[in-house]
Every structure is written in C-alpha cells, then in structure tokens.
C-alpha cells in the first residue's frame, strides 16, 4: 500500500501553563485556581490540575502515566479510567471501549478535538488500538459536553492529544520486545500472506471479465506451524523550538510487531429454541487463532507564533495497520447426524485473513486576538481512512462419525466442501471546517459568550465481491480432501460466478454531510462558573448502492434530520481544595453509515446485516460531582452521580433464520426473514441507565494507591418471543409461540467495574514498580430476539505489573507483563442444556471461550531533555 510521509511547515498555540491545546480542546477557566512554583506539564499531577479546572466532568491520563505502566496503544490506557471498560478482540487485543455501561457506538474519539474517520468495515467509531502510545502527550476522556462539542456522544468523548513541539530540544529513542505465552505453548499456524492477491478479477480485468482458476493462487491457503518471533517495538522522536523560539517542530515514528493467539470454542444456536425457551443448539467449534499485527506510524507538528495576538499549529499523522490472521477450526455438528458423544458431522476448517487499515489526517489551525475583546479561532481538517480485506477465504473439508448397527462409530470419508473467496474494501474521506468567534464585554469582563459553526463532509466508497468454487465429482460421494493443490472445482476448475457478485448492497457509495451552529455564554461570579448554550446539528445520510436497477430494494437510501442539542455546566468552588460540578446535556447517536444500508454478509460466525430502518438515539444526561484535589500533591476525591434517559437505543441483536430482517412483504410473507443466524442493529423503546462513580489518588510518601469504583444500572424492556403450550395446564397440547416483556440492562453495561493500582516509587534510585488490577462485571455481549436467551459475559479479573529503572538523565529501562491472571473471555447463557460438550456450571450454558495467555515486555529508552 501506498505510504506518504508529510513535511509540512505551520504554526504553534500553547495552552494553560505550557499545556498544548487544540483550538477544539478544552478551553479552561482559571480564576478560582493559584499554581505557585512550575508543575511538569507531562506529569500526573498536572492531569489532576486539568481535571480540577474543567467545568465540564472528564479524566486525564499524563504521559507519565502512559509510561510508568509501558501502554503500547491507547486502548491499553483506557481501562484505568473510572466508569470505563476495555472490549478485546479474538486473542486478546484491547481496542473498543464501553463508557458508563454505553456500547462504543455512543461515543466518538477525536484527536487533538476533531473527529475523524473510521478504516473499519462497518463501524463509525475508531479502534482505540489504531493510536500508539508513543505521539501521545494526554488522553482526556470527557463525560459531558458543552455546545462547542459535537453532540455524538451519549457516552462520552475521548480526545487524543497528540505531543507537541517541546520549549527545548528533545531527542527519544525506545526499543522493545516481548513474547507471548502463548506462544511458549504453541506453535505458529501461518499462511502465505505475501501470496494474498489484493484485487479480485474484476477489479484487475474490468466487469465483464470471466474469470478462471489459474486467476486465483493457492498458496495462501497451504497452512504451516512454525515458531513465532518475538514482539518488536519501536519508536523515535525529536523535536526543538528554532528562529528565536517562534518556529516549533517535532516529528516521531515508530513500528510494531505484535503476535497474539488464542484456544477456545464456540456453541452455535443457529436452530429456533425449544419449549420453554431452551436453546436450539446446533454446532460446537473447537478453534484456535493465531493473529500478527504490524504497525507503522508517522507524526509530525510545526506551530508558529508570529506574535502574542496570532498563532498558527499543523499536524500530520500517518497510521497503517496489517493484521494477519489464521483460524484453524473443527465444527462438530450437535444436531446432524449426531445419535450420542462422539457421532455427528464435522466441518475441519482452515481461515485465512488479512485486514490493512490506514489512516491519515490533516489538520491546520490558528488562534487571533482580533482585539481586547474579541478572538477567534478556527481549524481545518482533511482525513483519509482507508480498510482492504482482500482474498477471504476458509478451506473446509466434511466428514461425519457415524454409529453403526454393530455399536463401532466409523468416519466417512474426508471430502472437500465448497469455496468463497472474498475481496472487500472502504475508503471513507471527510473534509470538516470549523470557526468560532470568543467575546468578553468590557462592562462584564467574568463573561465570555462564544458562537461557531462546523461544516462537515464525509464520503464513503465500499467494494464488494465474492467467487464461489465447487468442488468436482472424482469418486462415489464427493471429492476426497488431499490439500489445495489437489483441490479439482467444477466450471474448468473456475469459480461458479466467473464475474463476481459486485452488483450487491455491499458495493455501495454513501455520504454523511452535518452542519452544526452553536452558541454559548461562561460567566464567573465568586465562586460560581457557569456555562450555558445551544447547539444545533442538521444530518443528512444517502447512501446508492450497485443493486441491479430491476431490483427495488437497497439501491437509493435517503436519511435526513435536525438534533436541538442544550447543555448546562456549572461549577461551584467550596474552597481551594473542593469543588461541586454539576451538569446537564442533551446528545444523540448517529448510526454508521454502514449500518444503513441493505448489506447482508456472512462476516465469522453468522451474517451480520445493515439495517435502513434503524434510528438515531437521543438522551438526556444528568451528572453531579463533588470533588476534592490537593494542587503540587498527587490526591484526589472524585464522587460522582449520572443518569441517562435514552430514546430509540439501538443494540446488536441475534435474529433466528425465521425471524423478521426487514418488514418488507417478499415471497408471500409479510415480511423478509434472516433465513439464517443473523446479527442486526434494532431500536428498542426507551432506557434509562444511572449510577455511581467513585475515583481516589493517593500517595503515601513512596506508595501511591489509583482506586475508581462505578456502579451501572440500567433498564429496557423488551418483547421477547416464548415458546410454551398452547394450554400449559396440558402437556399434550401444540407448542405456540407468544411474547412476553422482559426487562434487562443495555448491551455492553456491566454492574460493577473496579480498579486498583499500587505503585511504588524511589526517585533516589530511579525506580518505580506499579501493579494494575482491573475488574470487569458481567454484562450482555449480545441481544436474543427470544427470552431470556441473551448471551452473557462473565466477569473477570485482569492484572499487570510495570516495572522501570532510570540511569542517569538518559537511560530509562522498563519491563511490563500483562494479563498475570490468563484472564480471558466466557459468554454464557442462564440455563443449562444437557449433553454439550465443555461444560462446568449446572446453572449456565458456557457457548464461547477464549483463552488469550500472558505476555511479556522489555524495553529501554534513551532520550535527551
């Protein structure tokens, strides 16, 4: 992939005592806080004093921070923050977050205050593992919002803000490693990955090309186990300040090579549930994943400060992410052809994936005191998110064990199945303009009223399009299974659709445009700040897809509406130490554009499908905190009170293969059913969703305790489908299906969240070890059409130790082991159903695992402050 590394010149804005703000970051209020001596502005201290300053509820993690505990991405970050949850993919990568029990669809991240794209295939938010560790100067997480902010954001907003041109010369050098556990305890599956063709037929030879089996290799699915090697880590950045302090540069990059896997299993449900709602078990999935991720990042920042009242600042930053993966799996069937343990029909199933992400983002911005009583500051910003997926591809192999008359269970012979093989890619390019215009009156200099507006485009390019082989007859019952090179397809050994299948609503054009206007007042009065204000934001989503024009369905969708967004922030100073924050704030969720559309694809383990009659949430959110800072000393009380009401929340549901997809009528129905095992974003009514933070920092001469505790509640009632007898007083009457309201809790929300972390320091001898246990309640992973069957995910306990030695003014050694615990994940449903394999709770239904390993880091840094 095309790589461009930028040089730009630009120009420099510093915030609050030498912090680096965006024009979009968080403007602070500073007349009820006195900073005597000099704080380090990369210091935990200083985040604490940021926090304390803000009208609005938020959280900072320091670069400090971010280096004592060895993070790698900000994701890693994230799950020190109070009322934050960290997901993980299939091996164990932490990338999504969950804020105050709010699925990540309901937050959004900026960097530096601006939003930007997302590479992913399908959703709107960004993969906090996207960002590495090492451009970071602090992480601010924000649980409420002001009329400035863009008001996609129920559950929060998280700004990235990335380093800035230090006041002196600063050169970093850091080298890591590290290995998996893992991987002492298994080999490597990999495939040929430099094999992996990047564009199908089609987009080589043109539409009407037929394509034949010498288009496609085979050595991207010729599978070998092989030793891993360790994980490399890298990064260097150097910056300085030039032409009497006026010009700021600084540039960094890095690379990464990380090896993740995991063992588990997964149960299918892919039948309709029995009477009294037990599970319509189908399949056990023994699998394994094994998983490289190689990443490169270049960044760099020019600002330039003409004078006191004009000050410009550029960013560049160019992300690309590779993701190599190997699926090795055996399906054995719990439904057909199985008489007892040990019998049924086996898939044997080798996945072979890449997945390139890159992304890259441009932003320009100035600051301009146009006179005593009037500013303005502006920015503008051009993003480029692009996600290929080419060549998809699981070679499967059938086979059964089947128990004969005599009682010996005998296997069939191993035969090859059908083939698809999928290309895929996006590209989603968005263009945004901000201005906004700051005035002070002279007759009430405490009050600040500032207005602006955002002009927002983004455009949105999917390709789809998938083969299909077949396998030829060679023998009496199919083709037997001798590899891929033997592999024999009908059609000349050519796929069956020689042209692809582009014409889908998965090859699809789309667009988002949002113009936004605001205005908004802060008035200091005593001890009293407050900040009041209105936002305005018109969307409109349209979405032309390749459908065949004589098809109706998918091909023109059109979406458009107006959000009124108010918000009120207050905050009140007890004394120098104490302070009441107390605010409310009116957001929405806007769905992905993806989500929108008719695209239906098989996407791991079921169909995942988009959905045109999905609405935007809106909430209402309330917050109350009462806190207590000790400024030049690592304390801090956080008390904090939220609730939500939300309207239309939209939640990822499992839909059975008769249930409604679309209530469209097709085919004599009044509908267009999923026809198999389905996920599908669904509105549901109203929810409410409160709770309780507590967050404490605490030193104690060389020992300093980071504690948060958040309690979530949440409530939605949902009709749900049962099955029972038409007369339960008659166990021989015919089984009916009725509905039944349920009430449950949002997807994604856990009860309990906790966090400790103990950390012990010796500046005399330059050490500082620190240990970091986080809990995770249990919380629905996914939405059941049918009651009471909602798949679960069980609590659980993650804990890591840091450990560093600094040498001198230079020298920084550093060691970090993640995951002590082999904390991994288990989705369950309540109840139990007799004869299924893996099974250790009579009262839960275990349906997936994953166990994902400890891992271990080892790394030194030179730099010269």
């Known amino acids: 992939m095309k790589q461009r590394y930028l040089l730009y010149t630009s120009f420099l804005t510093l915030a609050v005592w030498g912090t680096p703000h965006a024009a979009f970051a968080q403007k602070v209020v500073l007349d009820t806080v006195n900073v005597s001596g000099r704080i380090d502005p990369v210091s935990e201290v200083h985040g604490r004093m940021l926090e304390k300053i803000s009208v609005q509820l938020m959280h900072v993690i320091s670069r400090q921070s971010i280096e004592r505990n060895s993070d790698i991405t900000v994701a890693d970050m994230m799950q020190r923050v109070s009322g934050v949850s960290v997901l993980r993919n299939e091996t164990g990568i932490p990338g999504r977050v969950v804020i105050r029990g709010m699925d990540p669809k309901y937050s959004y991240t900026a960097v530096n205050g601006m939003v930007i ?14 960002f590495p560790a090492g451009i970071i100067d602090h992480l601010e997480v924000f649980k409420t919002l002001r009329p400035s902010m863009a008001g996609d954001a129920i559950g929060g907003r998280i700004n990235i803000v990335t380093r800035q041109a230090p006041e002196h010369q600063e050169l970093s050098i850091q080298t890591a490693s590290g290995y998996s556990q893992f991987y002492l305890d298994n080999r490597y599956l990999a495939f040929d990955n430099g094999a992996v063709q990047t564009k199908s037929p089609y987009e080589r030879y043109g539409p009407d090309y037929n394509a034949t089996g010498n288009d496609f290799t085979k050595n991207n699915l010729r599978f070998a186990t092989q030793h891993v090697d360790p994980d490399i880590q890298g990064n260097v950045s150097w910056g300085r300040r030039l032409f009497s302090r006026k010009l ?32 319509g078990i189908t399949d056990f999935i023994k699998r394994n994943y094994y998983a490289t991720s190689n990443r490169k990042h270049v960044y760099a920042t020019l600002d330039y400060k003409f004078n006191d009242k004009h000050r410009l600042r550029f960013y560049q930053l160019y992300i690309n992410k590779q993701d190599i993966e190997t699926r090795d799996a055996v399906d054995t069937s719990l439904a057909e052809g199985r008489s007892g343990p040990g019998t049924g029909r086996i898939a044997i199933m080798q996945r072979a994936r890449i997945a390139r992400q890159s992304m890259e983002h441009l932003h320009l911005e100035g600051d301009h005191q146009l006179g005593s009583q009037l500013s303005l500051d502006w920015s503008g910003v051009y993003s480029v998110a692009q996600g290929n997926y080419p060549d998809r591809a699981e070679l499967t192999a059938n086979t059964g064990r089947i128990l004969g008359a005599d009682g010996v269970i005998q296997q069939t012979p191993v035969l090859l199945a059908p083939l698809e093989r999928l290309w895929m890619h996006n590209t989603e390019k968005e263009g945004d303009i901000y201005a906004n215009l700051h005035y002070k009156p002279s007759i009430l200099p405490l009050l600040e009223i500032t207005a602006g507006t955002l002009l927002q485009y983004r455009r949105r390019d999917n390709f789809y399009n998938n083969y299909v082989f077949n396998p030829a007859i060679t023998s009496g019952n199919g083709q037997p299974f001798t590899g891929i090179r033997n592999a024999v397809w009908l059609n000349n050994n050519g796929p069956q659709n020689p042209q692809g299948t582009v014409n889908t609503a998965g090859t699809y054009s789309a667009k988002e445009d949002i113009t936004a206007f605001y205005i908004q007042a802060g008035y200091q009065t005593g001890r009293v700040y407050m900040m009041a204000g209105l936002r305005e934001e018109q969307t409109e989503q349209r979405v032309h897809s390749a459908v065949d024009p004589g098809i109706a369905l ?30 409310w704030y009116r957001a929405l969720s806007r769905p992905a554009l993806y989500d929108i559309t008719f695209f239906n694809m098989n996407y791991d383990d079921y169909n995942i499908a988009g959905n045109p009659f999905l609405q935007r949430s809106t909430a209402d959110n309330f917050d109350l905190r009462y806190e207590v800072y000790n400024p030049g000393v690592l304390d801090a009380l956080q008390l904090t009170a939220f609730y939500k009401r939300i309207e239309d929340p939209y ?50 001469g060389n020992i300093g305790i980071n504690a948060n505790y958040t309690f979530t509640s949440s409530h939605i009632d949902q009709n749900k489908k049962y099955k029972q007898r038409a007369d339960p007083q008659d166990p021989t009457s015919g089984i009916i ?13 856990s009860k309990h969240l906790g966090s400790l972390g103990l950390s012990y320091h010796m500046p005399r001898y330059g050490w500082t070890g620190q240990l970091q246990g986080v809990y995770t309640g249990g919380r629905i992973d996914e939405v059941s059409g049918w009651y009471d069957l909602d798949n679960w995910q069980k609590a659980y306990t993650a804990l890591d130790l840091s450990i560093e030695k600094t040498f001198g003014k230079h020298w920084r050694l550093f060691g970090k082991a993640s995951n002590l615990l082999n904390a991994g994940t288990q989705i369950y449903l309540k109840g139990a159903v007799t004869g299924v394999p893996e099974q250790t709770d009579p009262g839960r239904l275990l349906i997936e695992k994953e166990v994902h390993g400890r891992g271990y880091l080892l790394g030194v840094q030179y730099r010269v402050l």
Not at 117 to 130: G, T, V, W
Not at 254 to 264: F, P, R
Not at 268 to 279: H, M, Y
Not at 668 to 679: C, D
Request: glycine residues 8%.
């Open 248 to 279: 700021g540069v600084l540039v960094a990059a890095g690379l990464q090579a990380l090896h993740t896997g995991s063992s588990g299993f997964l149960i299918l449900q892919n039948n309709e549930p029995q009477l009294g709602n037990a599970p």
């Open 651 to 700: 939640e990822k549901t499992l839909l059975g293969a008769a249930d409604t997809l679309y209530p469209i009528p097709a085919n004599g129905l009044s509908y267009i059913p999923a026809a198999t095992l389905t996920e599908q974003l669904r509105n549901y009514g109203t929810a409410t969703n409160y709770g309780f933070e507590f967050s404490l920092v605490k030193q104690f």
């Open 117 to 130: 794209p997302s590479p992913d295939e399908r959703n709107r938010y960004l993969s906090l593992d996207l």
């Open 554 to 583: 998918g091909k023109e969708i059109g979406i458009h509406y107006r959000d009124w967004l108010p918000s009120f922030n207050l905050r009140y100073t007890l004394d120098s130490k104490q302070d009441v924050k107390l605010s």
């Open 737 to 749: 299906t009725v509905t039944r309201m349920q009430q449950r809790p949002l997807q994604g929300q």
